[in-house]
C-alpha cells in the first residue's frame, strides 16, 4: 500500500490489573459511565445498561436505541454462562417486491449483495427493521439487575441533555456521511451546518462545537420513568413508528409491540483446554466455532504458520455461513458499523455486549419524533430471492455480531468487536492469542492481526514479520495495510479478562476514544 503514514510512530494503550470492576468500550465517557455503576454496588448487568445507553448517545452513529445486537453473560456464582438475542426484525408489512434488483452491480455498502435499486435496503426508511437493543437490556435488567433503571439512565440522559461534542474524530465521521445524510432534512438538521455541511471541529480551535440532542433526552427520559417497554408499547413507540411510516417505510406500531428479545442456551464448545460460549444461531457464533474448530494446536508464538492456519479456517468457516446460514422460519439452525463493550465486575460476573445500527449513521435517518437515529438493517438480508437469507416480512436478521465468553485455565475472559464481517476473525484471534499462546490482555490487542472475511483477499497488518505475509500470499490475495483509525481495515474489538481475582480491560489501540475504565477505589 502506498501511504504517507508514519513508519515509526508507535501506539499503545496501557492495561491496568485490578481486584475491582473493569468496563472496556469504545466511548470513554460511557466507560466512565459504566464504572461508577459498579462502584455504586451494580453488578455487570446494571454497568451495561448504563454503557448501552449513553454510547448510544455519546457514539450515536454506531449505535443507539433504534438498533439490535446480543450479548453473553457469565454468571460467576454459577459458573454458567447465557446468551441473550435481541436482533432486528424486518416488518410484517414490507413486501420483496419493492426491493427490485437494480439489474447490474453490486451493493454500495457493507455487504457485496446484487444492487437494489435506489439502495432502498440501504438507505432511507425502507431500510429500517425492527429494533432490539431496548427489549433486550431491559430483560437483562429484569433478570439480574440490582440498581434501579432509572438511575442507570440517568447518565445517558446527562449526555444527551449537554449534547454531542464534535472533536476530530466525531468531525471525520460525519464527515464520511455528509452526503447520505443530507438527503434526509432530520439527519441533516441534527449532524450538519444549514443541512449541507458537516459540522466539523476547527483546525486549531479548543473551544469545540456541540450537536443538540434534546429529542432524544427526552426519550431516554420517558424510557427511564416508565420502562424499557415504552418503546414498544408506549408513546414512544407509536411516536417512532408513525415518523418510519411517513418517510416511506413499512414498520408499524405493531410490529414494535410484537418483538421480544430471546434469552438463549449458549452455544458452548471446547478446543484443546479452552472452552468457548458464544451466542448461537443467527449470529456469527456458530462461524466463530467452525474458525476454530478448523485451527489444528497452536503453541509458542504466532508466526506464519499461525496466521495461515488462522486464514484457511476463516475462509471456510465463513464460506459455510454464506451459503447455509438464514432465518427460514423454522430452523434458527439453518444450513461497520457497531459497537461493542465488555465488563467484569468484582465478583466476576462478566458481560460481552454488541449493538449496532449496521452501517455506520444507519439508514441516515432520524426520527423527529425521538430523535433518534435509525438501523438499516434490512441491508443484512440477501435481495436475491430463494436463498437462506433472503429478504422477507417478519424475519430476524443474520448478524455479524461475535460476542464470546472463553475460558483458559486460571483465566476467563469476555470479548467482541465491531467490524461487520471481520468481527468474527478478530475475535477468533484474540481468542486464539490467549488461549493458544498465553497471551495476557494487553500483547493480545497489541498483536498484529488479519481479516479473511468472506471474499478471496487476506488483508494483513502491515506491522506484520515478512515471513507472514510471504506465507500467506503463497496460497492467497494478500493486500498488505496498517492499522489505523480511519478508515478500519480490521475490526474494532474491546475486552476484559479475569485471571483469579484480578480484572484488567483494553480496547483497539488505535480506537480514539475507546478506553477501559476500572471501578473507582472508594464506592459511591
Not at 455487570?44 to 449513553?54: N, R, Y
Not at 454531542?164 to 441534527?190: F, G, K, N, Q
Not at 427520559?221 to 408506549?234: L, N, Q, S, T, V
Not at 406500531?253 to 458464544?278: C, I, M, N, T
Amino acid at each position: 500500500m502506498n501511504s504517507s503514514l508514519s513508519r515509526t510512530q508507535t501506539v499503545r494503550k496501557t492495561v491496568v490489573e485490578t481486584p475491582r470492576g473493569v468496563v472496556a468500550a469504545q466511548n470513554s465517557r460511557a466507560a466512565q459511565a459504566g464504572a461508577e455503576v459498579l462502584a455504586a454496588g451494580g453488578n455487570a448487568v446494571d454497568a451495561a445498561v448504563a454503557v448501552s445507553f449513553a454510547i448510544g448517545v455519546l457514539e450515536p452513529w454506531m449505535s443507539g436505541p433504534a438498533g439490535g445486537g446480543g450479548m453473553m453473560l457469565w454468571h460467576a456464582d454459577k459458573g454458567e454462562a447465557e446468551a441473550l438475542f435481541y436482533g432486528m426484525r424486518s416488518p410484517a408489512a414490507l413486501d420483496p417486491a419493492d426491493y427490485p434488483l437494480a439489474g447490474s452491480g453490486k451493493a454500495s455498502d457493507l455487504f457485496p449483495w446484487d444492487a437494489v435499486e435506489g439502495d432502498r435496503n440501504i438507505r432511507g426508511a425502507t431500510a429500517v427493521a425492527v429494533p432490539g437493543v431496548v427489549d433486550g437490556i431491559g430483560q437483562a435488567h429484569a433478570r439480574h439487575g440490582r440498581l434501579p433503571w432509572r438511575d442507570l439512565l440517568a447518565p445517558a440522559i446527562g449526555f444527551a441533555r449537554e449534547g454531542l461534542p464534535v472533536d476530530w474524530y466525531a468531525s471525520l465521521m460525519i464527515a464520511s456521511a455528509t452526503r447520505a445524510l443530507a438527503d434526509d432534512p432530520d439527519a441533516a438538521a441534527m449532524f450538519l451546518e444549514d443541512g449541507r455541511w458537516p459540522t466539523i471541529a476547527g483546525w486549531t480551535s479548543t473551544a469545540g462545537k456541540t450537536l443538540a440532542m434534546d429529542a432524544m433526552a427526552a426519550t431516554l427520559a420517558e424510557i427511564a420513568e416508565k420502562g424499557a417497554r415504552e418503546f414498544y408499547d408506549g408513546d414512544v413507540g407509536a411516536a417512532l413508528a408513525a415518523d418510519i411510516q411517513a418517510k416511506g417505510g413499512s414498520l408499524s406500531h405493531d410490529d414494535l409491540r410484537a418483538y421480544r428479545a430471546e434469552f438463549q442456551k449458549p452455544l458452548s464448545f471446547s478446543r484443546g483446554d479452552a472452552r468457548y460460549h458464544v451466542t448461537p444461531h443467527l449470529t456469527a457464533g456458530p462461524t466463530f466455532r467452525d474458525a476454530m474448530g478448523a485451527l489444528p494446536p497452536l503453541s509458542g508464538v504466532p508466526g506464519p504458520d499461525a496466521y495461515l492456519a488462522y486464514a484457511n479456517g476463516l475462509s471456510t468457516a465463513y464460506r459455510q455461513r454464506l451459503e447455509d446460514m438464514g432465518d427460514d422460519g423454522e430452523s434458527p439452525e439453518a444450513p461497520g458499523c457497531t459497537t461493542h463493550f465488555s465488563i467484569v465486575d468484582r465478583d466476576g460476573n462478566m458481560v460481552a455486549m454488541t449493538q449496532t445500527l449496521l452501517s455506520a449513521f444507519g439508514s441516515h435517518v432520524v426520527s423527529p419524533s425521538t430523535g433518534l437515529l435509525l438501523n438499516n438493517g434490512i441491508m443484512w438480508f440477501d435481495p436475491v430471492p430463494g436463498k437462506p437469507n433472503s429478504l422477507a416480512p417478519g424475519k430476524r436478521c443474520l448478524m455479524n455480531i461475535c460476542p464470546v465468553i472463553g475460558e483458559s485455565g486460571s483465566r476467563r475472559f469476555a470479548l467482541g468487536a465491531s467490524g461487520g464481517r471481520k468481527i468474527v476473525g478478530a475475535v477468533a484471534q484474540l481468542s486464539s492469542f490467549m488461549a493458544d499462546f498465553g497471551m495476557g490482555l494487553e500483547d493480545a490487542f497489541h498483536q498484529g492481526r488479519i481479516d479473511m472475511s468472506g471474499g478471496d483477499l487476506v488483508t494483513v497488518d502491515d506491522a506484520l514479520p515478512q515471513p507472514v505475509h510471504d506465507a500467506l500470499a503463497k496460497q492467497h490475495r494478500t493486500a498488505r495495510f496498517p492499522r489505523t483509525v480511519f478508515p478500519y481495515a480490521f475490526a474494532c474489538p474491546a475486552g476484559v479478562m479475569r485471571d483469579g481475582d484480578t480484572n484488567s480491560g483494553c480496547t483497539e489501540i488505535m480506537s480514539p476514544w475507546g478506553d477501559a475504565i476500572t471501578e473507582p477505589e472508594t464506592r459511591i
